[in-house]
């Protein structure tokens, strides 16, 4: 929720509807299931897309009217429960809200004011890999300082380096090294002589003992067990890797890692990339994830297993 001084101060800029428009990505089967828009689900910094993207606009716009695509009632709810003051509408012609009163923004993007800016920006998400830019970015933007929930419990042997948020309820055993920036959320856990960096961690995470997490995104509600590696990769809600689990994020070539998207392997312009794992899956000990795989939503994966499909 925004503060009442922002609120306040709303009136002295021009009234705005924000026109959340529907665009082709490739995340609806990465991070949570249920109907409705699943990338409105996606967390930011502990809270929902749609909810992180309209606080951060309304720091710029006075908007006092949101025009949704159809049947995303669950999306409507959510933003009423967070914005009484905003009108919300269901709209079938975009044409019609093309206006100079009127601000776009793709369902599928977040709003981040780059370091220097004057204003923020929209940034789609069109691939999965995309999300790791836009959390780096988040991270940048949001994580400037260290902020320590008084009702978290950090052992005294932890060493906590550079910017970092962590939430209520967050257990950080000894001998952990935590580099921010990163965000770490309610009730996550981390085990003794695991390292942490630059990543984003949703709420209800449990990392084991002496794993290295390094520029990952965790959506929550994940069990990560001991001695795993996990490298510039995407993990989904509800997953359990078991011990000794790796993302491997470099091809042995050093060449650009490439994508299966529907069929076709694509580029993604990066030389560093882990794996993509859906929602609700569950990884076996010792299995090793070749570059830019993508474990799909619900799978199992024996242990053992070097996964290169």
């Known amino acids: 929720m925004l503060k009442n001084e922002t609120i306040n101060n709303l009136h002295t800029r021009k009234k705005q509807t924000l026109v959340v428009e529907n665009s082709t990505n490739w995340l609806d089967n990465i991070f949570y299931e249920k109907d409705d828009s699943k990338i409105s689900l996606l967390k930011i910094m502990g809270k929902p897309l749609i909810v992180y993207n309209i606080e951060k606009l309304l720091l710029q716009y006075d908007i006092d009217h949101i025009a949704l695509p159809t049947n995303f ?66 991270l940048n933007a949001d994580v400037t300082s260290t902020s320590v929930s008084n009702n978290s419990s950090i052992a005294e042997s932890a060493i906590v380096k550079g910017p970092c948020v962590i939430e209520d309820g967050v257990s950080v055993d000894d001998f952990v090294k935590i580099i ?54 995407v993990i989904g809600q509800n997953c359990w890797l078991g011990g000794f689990v790796g993302t491997t994020n470099v091809l042995l070539n050093k060449e650009i890692i490439r994508y299966k998207l529907d069929g076709v392997l694509v580029s993604t312009a990066l030389d560093q990339l882990g794996s993509v794992i859906g929602y609700n899956c569950a990884i076996g000990a010792g299995t090793v ?15 053992g297993t070097v996964f290169s499909k």
């Open 180 to 233: 921010g920036p990163i965000y770490i959320g309610k009730n996550a856990k981390i085990g003794t002589g695991s390292l942490v960096r630059h990543s984003m961690m949703g709420s209800d995470t449990t990392i084991g003992f002496n794993c290295e997490i390094a520029r990952s995104f965790f959506m929550g509600d994940t069990r990560v067990a001991h001695l795993d590696v996990v490298l510039d990769s």
């Open 289 to 303: 994830i070749l570059p830019g795989r993508f474990v799909p939503p619900n799978s199992t994966v024996q242990a």
């Open 73 to 138: 009632s669950g999306m409507s709810d959510m933003i009423q429960d967070n914005f009484p003051f905003i009108q919300i509408d269901e709209i079938l012609d975009y044409d019609k809200t093309n206006s100079s009163d009127s601000v776009k923004m793709p369902i599928n993007s977040v709003v981040t004011k780059p370091k220097g800016a004057d204003n923020y920006t929209i940034q789609k998400i069109v691939y999965p890999w995309d999300i790791l830019k836009i959390m780096h970015n988040v």
